[in-house]
T-cell receptor, first 114, second 116 residues
């Protein structure tokens, strides 16, 4: 069975600083994908970034990067130069390539301080 | 740009009542799914479909039924509502093809359901 663990229920970061949100995963499959989603207070879910298990380089999308450490089974999200609009819930998720199911972690609430 | 449309946005039910949450998408996505979101538990998959006439169970399917008669629509039915089904429900759709596959989902705005 697949499992996603986010151990930080809430975090604070000062505006313009970088922040790392932790995510660990568990799967016996060799081929899988890791994803991060953002949920602002308005409630919608927004796809941020994707990392394939065979990708040699860490994924980046603008100010978002995914620190992928396969041996440790971790897929941490790094947000650089935090902005007030980054305040939101962030969910890590995983999908094994043999399945259509996307499994989510419990989320981390990030608050950016001015 | 409609994307994924869910109705209703809010609903209050009494225990034992039935209702259907509607979901429609206009992106021609093969994959559609329903999640529920509860505090501290993230999103949990209820049911999903990879095309018309094809449905399958997710992590928490009990108490819910689905059907997929068209590519566009994927309704979620609660046959006999229980207080434990009080939650926020999200419908999401995605493409089954490509490298990212069904990991990149497009979500509706959510439906907040309260069962008394």
């Amino acid at each position: 069975a697949q499992k996603i663990t986010q151990t930080q229920p809430g975090m604070f970061v000062q505006e313009k600083e970088a922040v790392t949100l932790d995510c660990t995963y568990d799967t016996s499959d060799q081929s899988y994908g890791l994803f991060w989603y953002k949920q602002p207070s308005s409630g919608e879910m927004i796809f941020l970034i994707y990392q394939g298990s065979y990708d040699e380089q860490n994924a980046t999308e603008g100010r978002y990067s995914l620190n992928f450490q396969k041996a440790r089974k971790s897929a941490n999200l790094v947000i650089s130069a935090s902005q007030l609009g980054d305040s939101a819930m962030y969910f890590c998720a995983m999908r094994v390539d043999s399945s259509y199911k996307l499994i989510f972690g419990s989320g981390t609430r990030l608050l950016v301080r001015p | 740009n409609a994307g994924v449309t869910q109705t209703p946005k809010f609903q209050v039910l009494k225990t034992g009542q039935s209702m259907t949450l509607q979901c429609a998408q206009d992106m021609n996505h093969e994959y559609m799914s329903w999640y529920r979101q509860d505090p501290g538990m993230g999103l949990r998959l209820i049911h999903y479909s990879v095309g018309a006439g094809i449905t399958d169970q997710g992590e928490v399917p009990n108490g819910y039924n689905v059907s997929r008669s068209t590519t566009e629509d994927f309704p979620l039915r609660l046959l006999s509502a229980a207080p434990s089904q009080t939650s926020v429900y999200f419908c999401a759709s995605g493409s089954t093809s490509g490298r990212v596959g069904t990991g990149e989902l497009f979500f509706g705005e959510g439906s907040r359901l309260t069962v008394l």
